[in-house]
């Protein structure tokens, strides 16, 4: 009976605790507080409530607020003109299961159950699915973890005891107006008819609310949705790095500079600043086998690519996603492939050079360059370039805490593996040609500027 219950106990660690003191204490895969200048975000759980709910959305009209409703399942089924109107007004729906049960009580397969049941009544209902959850009472579980990828998981900065009627209006205002602070994310109820909570509670609620929203819009906040706030949080992290994502940079890039004098790597004066660095080396891998019928076979000679990762900072920390990072990664390569091409077939040694050979996790869209692209055989090596390229994105690219809804502007992780990228002989030349075409135009520019 001991060893039973001692499992029991252990199980529920891994299972229930040790996931909600990540996620409450750490913020750990969860959405809690946004970084905004002037924007805090209501959130609203438990509802639709067919009294008190209308009255909530007359008020957030009245002060121009948006919210994000997370609402139960079984509630919403019953009130779908509700749901209409919070769309219609602006505001984002989420998902709080569709009984108010707790996490920790239901196995993987009946969380799933609840939200994806949830989500289909409020596709029914509005016609979009949504990508936002909260857990109730915020309790999350190992599994929900797993979701992130599907769900943004949300919980609060400030909670209020709202849901107990003898909290009353003005002590509610007060605890409010203490937290009415920049990325705030306020958790309040528009339903008190869940275990625990007064059905009139809400009442209350609404007349805090209103002198909450009163002192907001005096010091010149807005209200808005988790997903505007995420936006805006998302935006500051990226123009306002934290003081140990820059020393993490600095430190990174310092690395790099001491690799390039090992390694002894020849700089590519660029389209505007260096972007390309490479060495000559004898292939070492397998054959590769390109599509004009070359091959570069062990022994042969390469120049080995590398981009800098001053200049791939740069481009990461001014973009919004991986996907943005990629775009501009493969724009930026399509200006400076001329020079590349051009130094190297300056060369001395370019006649016994078989081709460019690099190694890169954002590879998508590089054949349209005329890269070949191929997979790293499995094994120790192709688990330490993965390892380390990982770190590298980590170290240059913004930190993330927050999780945006649209999902199209992220890279699926599967896409988001190391490649071998190969620019042939063939290739190399028609990018020098390039470069002539570069230096024709900017000379006649001159000469047309001097002839004036």
Known sequence: MDKLIIGFLHFMTLYAFIPGLLSRMFGYRVFKKGHANKEIALTFDDGPDEIYT???????????????????????EKNPDILRRMKAEGHIIGIHNYYHKMNWFMLPKAVKKQIEQTNEIIYSITGEYTHYYRPPWGVVNLFDFARVKDYNIVLWSGIFGDWQKKL??????????KNLKPGSVFLLHDCGRTLGADVEAPANMLIALKEVLEAGVEKGYS????????????????????????????LWLSYEKLVHKVLRLKTVKGYNKPFFHYRFIKHSGEVLQLSDGQSINKGDLVAELHFDNNQLSSIAFQSKSMLTTALRLIKETERNLPFLAYELQNHPRYNEVKGIVGITMINRGADRLGFEIYDIKSGWFSKLTKTYLGLLMKALTPTKKQHIANRK??????????KIVVLGRKAISAWGKQYEQIVATAEAAVAQENNK
């Open 54 to 76: 209308e009255q909530l959305l007359d008020l957030l009209k009245q002060y121009n607020a948006k919210a994000t409703f997370f609402v139960v399942g079984s509630h919403a």
């Open 409 to 418: 502007t992220e890279i699926p992780k599967d896409q988001m593996q190391p």
């Open 223 to 250: 209200f808005v949705t988790i997903e505007q706030l995420q936006r805006i949080s998302s935006k500051q992290l990226i123009e306002h790095p934290s003081y140990f994502k820059r020393f993490t940079v600095k």
């Open 168 to 177: 009353g209006p003005e002590k509610l205002k007060k605890k409010m107006l």
